[in-house]
């Protein structure tokens, strides 16, 4: 899935260009001119120190959060200029071309698996409901959860919530999926059931940007990698390099703290 060619053609030009992004909590600078491209059928993986802006990144992809300052531009729109003030319209189309899966599931404790599901397309996108459901049960059964249809978050693993927040952002037939974390808050013997589905997007060719940890992983489906610290990219690269022999030296100490934590 990774693309060589050196001439951007129409057809490999990308789905998404961020190029300066910024943004601020207060006095605290989150993100400090970030410039990063997604091209159609890529995975990037984000790695790094809690704080150093990864989660950030991904909320103001999804408009979850406004960016301070920089320039986001989907291929065939829209192209938001932060620096200018984005509208809510603008906001709202970026929003569209997007879906996030959150690290703490975020299910609606009230609403079964199915209407989980089918509330995003039937509600936002105003997908007729019976159309809605037809394609929320095929992706519960791509997802082993044929049987929970009918059940209530409480109910479910952590795992199977989570399985379920990953076919809630399917349902919404995004350009680009964004992942947060998404085995963080899982018990251990249940992060292989998420990653087994997470490398199966993958292998179909869904375009996705994911934070994790999970190194294993993320040398087995990025195309590319980008570690962060302190609001900025520190060095990027293909899984095989950057895991092998990364440049900087802040990546090196970040690399042997997590492949060798109690050394």
Same mark, same amino acid.
């Given at each position: /899935? ?6 951007? $053609?129409?057809?490999?030009?990308? !789905? !998404? ?35 150093? %802006? ?16 920089g ?22 189309? /970026?929003?569209?071309?997007?879906? /996030?899966?959150?690290? &703490? &599931?975020?299910?609606?404790? &009230? !609403? $079964? ?6 509330? %995003?397309?039937?509600?936002? &996108?105003g ?15 791509r ?16 795992g ?47 375009? /996705?940007?994911?934070? $994790? ?10 195309d590319?990698?980008?570690?962060? @610290? ?6 990027? %690269?293909a ?22 934590p109690? @050394?």
């Open positions: /899935m990774s693309r060589g060619d050196d001439a951007l $053609t129409p057809v490999d030009a990308p !789905l !998404l260009r961020v190029t300066g992004l910024q943004k601020s909590f207060g006095s605290n600078r989150v993100l400090d001119g970030v410039d990063l491209e997604v091209r159609r059928g890529e995975v990037l993986v984000l790695i790094g120190p809690s704080g150093s %802006g990864k989660t950030t990144v991904l909320r103001c992809l999804n408009g979850l959060e406004t960016p301070d300052a320039v986001a531009s989907f291929d065939g729109g829209p192209t938001i200029d932060f620096g200018r003030k984005a509208s809510k319209a603008d906001l709202g189309a /970026m929003r569209d071309r997007s879906a /996030m899966v959150f690290q &703490h &599931h975020n299910l609606f404790p &009230h !609403l $079964t698996v199915l209407q989980n599901v089918i509330e %995003g397309p039937v509600q936002a &996108h997908v007729p409901k019976a159309e809605a459901i037809v394609r929320a049960e095929a992706l519960l059964a997802v082993g959860l044929t049987e929970k249809r009918d059940a209530y978050p409480s109910e479910l693993s952590g199977q919530q989570q399985r379920v927040g990953i076919v809630r952002a399917l349902a919404l037939q995004p350009d680009l999926l964004l992942f947060d974390e998404p085995t963080s808050a899982l018990d251990p013997e249940l992060v292989g059931e998420v990653l087994k589905v997470l490398r199966g997007l993958a292998d179909e060719g869904w375009t /996705m940007v994911i934070v $994790t940890h999970e190194l294993g992983f993320a040398r087995e489906v990025a590319e990698v980008l570690f962060f @610290d302190e609001g900025v990219i520190v060095e990027r %690269g899984p095989e390099v950057l895991f092998t022999a990364p440049e900087k030296e802040r990546t090196r100490r970040f690399l042997d703290r997590l492949l060798r109690l @050394d």
